[in-house]
């Protein structure tokens, strides 16, 4: 048994209210769970980001936190900690992570760049292509084997990954950024979309070396690159004896720059960040930040978020914290499994992912089998959870058609240090009654269609 390596010193009150009134509730929301208030969900497995317990640590640094709009204390803390953990010494903050993939990419990206990499998530795709980008797609086939137990799902095909910037790169290359040239190459790290798949240092190398080979830059989407690197020192028996901090250093040191929601792994309410080696670069996405996040030294967040984000850095590359994370999910995964659910394996790091479509066989996918696995888990037990399918995979930007995604899934993210084996136990036991009556579950249809990142705010019907 692998025991929480902190304890509770404040609580929340939570309460299931009746069926009668969930039902009410999700109508009115339209079916979709980003409407429904927090007080409505018993159990919140909607995202990890933002939603983490903070520290008596990281609440007292919120008392030494200087607002100062430029060259506050916060700031410099700030900044000190990502480049001692990190290794990059230009940083720019922003409010979130999708406030750092709009500045990033409205510098970078030109119409019809090519961006290649893992299955981006949905803000990055959405940024990507909303400054005309195209995104490759060049994971590893075992991310899309239900039966495959591979150990890092989120890796790279080296072989797509060597055709792609073969066919891209010599058609006007990065530096054109545009051209159906190859703009960079960005991993994700771990893959949410796939499942919150790691990614090994093996890949991150070879990936790396393809990259200076083409003259192509290399970025990562960090935000939850803890637990990546806790899965590396467990998976990769090369790295089995290595200290956590020294793994996090190893894998930075190929990147040209990284993107990061510090709301995830950074276990902060708020805040986000660019950070990049090259000076020059650093010059071209200033005045971006400036225009579209804040000033330099802060970038959309208060002092406090920034002191939050300092410590909660440090907490959360803490190995024994992060065993007891992964454990969690591991523990939900599993016992889903042992009950008949179909879930992806291995367990990832930050949330348990559903083959909704595997399990909801009546629903055609048009009907989008995830989500309705969402509206029943709300009905039956007052758990909120999202679907990471093919309402999430939107529409095609040229076509306009709806893309298929390769499996409709539905996600369950635990919070940080905010549930414990009981909550995760009421999951199971939910589960179970929706198993039970599971050819009772509905599909849906959109009764209103938004025109960008559509699972957030479109509203539904069931059929």
């Known amino acids: 048994m692998i025991l929480p390596p902190y304890k509770i010193k404040s609580v929340e009150k939570i309460k299931l209210i009746p069926v009668v009134e969930r039902l009410k509730k999700i109508k009115k929301a339209g079916y979709n769970l980003f409407f429904l208030n927090s007080r409505d969900v018993y159990i919140d497995l909607l995202t990890d980001s933002g939603t983490g317990a903070m520290s008596d640590k990281q609440w007292s640094s919120l008392m030494q936190s200087d607002e100062s709009y430029a060259g506050s204390e916060s700031f410099l803390r700030f900044q000190k900690t990502i480049q001692k953990i990190l290794g990059f010494p230009y940083v720019i903050p ?11 990419n409205k510098v970078l990206i030109k119409k019809d760049g090519i961006i290649i990499g893992n299955s981006p998530f949905d803000t990055t795709r959405a940024h990507i292509e909303n400054m005309g980008g195209k995104i490759i797609d060049v994971t590893r086939k075992e991310a899309f084997d239900p039966k495959s137990l591979f150990n890092f799902k989120g890796n ?7 055709r792609a910037l073969k066919k891209y790169s010599a058609k006007g290359g990065s530096a ?11 991993l994700t790290i771990t893959c949410n979309s796939v499942g919150g798949q790691p990614v090994s240092l093996e890949n991150i190398k070879e990936t790396a070396k393809l990259c200076r080979t083409h003259k192509v830059p290399l970025f990562y989407d960090i935000a939850r690159f803890a637990e990546n690197s806790f899965f590396i020192k467990e998976r990769e028996i090369k790295y089995k004896n290595k200290k956590i901090e020294d793994i996090i250093l190893e894998t930075m040191k190929y990147a040209d720059g990284v993107l990061m929601s ?3 792994d950074a276990i902060a309410n708020m805040g986000g960040f660019i950070a990049v080696r090259d000076a020059e670069l650093y010059q071209k996405l200033a005045p971006y930040a400036i225009l579209l996040e804040g000033f330099l030294n802060y970038g959309g967040m208060s002092g406090r978020d920034m002191e939050t984000v300092a410590t909660g850095l440090c907490e959360g590359i803490d190995e024994d914290y992060l065993k007891f994370r992964t454990s969690q999910v591991k523990y939900l995964t599993d016992s889903l499994y042992n009950i008949g659910v179909p879930v992806i394996r291995p367990a990832g790091g930050h949330a348990v992912f559903i083959d909704a479509g595997a399990l909801l066989e009546h629903i055609k996918r048009d009907n989008f089998p995830a989500h309705a696995l969402a509206v029943a888990l709300y009905i039956e037990g007052g758990i909120r959870s999202v679907e990471i399918g093919s309402i999430m995979a939107g529409r095609d930007p040229e076509t306009k058609e709806n893309r298929k995604a390769p499996r409709e899934l539905l996600r369950l993210a635990i919070p940080r240090r905010v549930y414990s084996k009981e909550h995760l136990d009421y999951v199971i036991e939910v589960f179970l009654r929706v198993l039970k009556n599971k050819k009772s579950v509905r599909g849906v249809r959109f009764t209103y269609e938004a025109p960008v990142l559509r699972h957030f705010s479109s509203k539904f019907r069931l059929i």
């Open 176 to 186: 054109s950024g545009g051209k159906n040239g190859v703009t960079y190459v960005l």
């Open 156 to 162: 790279v095909d080296l072989k797509k990954l060597k």
């Open 94 to 104: 922003t409010h979130q992570g999708r406030g750092a993939e709009s500045v990033f």
């Open 262 to 264: 510090a709301k995830k």
